[in-house]
């Protein structure tokens, strides 16, 4: 039986989302610099810690974990 378990990670992006696209993010690494990875929009919620203002907006990335 596998185990399947979501989290979130920080990342920022564009505000406002295209809708139903794909979008390029920066991601910090923890250790250095950070990194752009490109991701579907539809894995991206606005994060509680975002301002609410400015052109770019802090997102929580939804990541899948299968383990089994």
Same mark, same amino acid.
């Given at each position: 039986?596998?185990?399947?378990?979501?989290?979130?990670?920080?990342?920022?992006?564009?505000?406002?989302?295209?809708?139903?696209?794909?979008?390029?993010?920066?991601? *910090?690494? #923890?250790? =250095?610099?950070?990194?752009?990875?490109?991701? %579907? $929009?539809?894995?991206?919620?606005?994060?509680?810690? *975002?301002? #609410?203002? =400015?052109?770019?907006?802090?997102?929580?990335? %939804? $990541?899948?974990?299968?383990?089994?």
């Amino acid at each position: 039986m596998s185990e399947i378990q979501t989290s979130g990670v920080l990342v920022v992006g564009p505000r406002p989302l295209p809708e139903h696209s794909r979008v390029r993010v920066w991601m *910090d690494a #923890g250790s =250095g610099g950070g990194h752009e990875v490109t991701v %579907r $929009t539809e894995h991206l919620t606005l994060s509680d810690r *975002d301002s #609410g203002q =400015g052109s770019r907006a802090i997102y929580e990335l %939804r $990541t899948i974990d299968r383990r089994g």
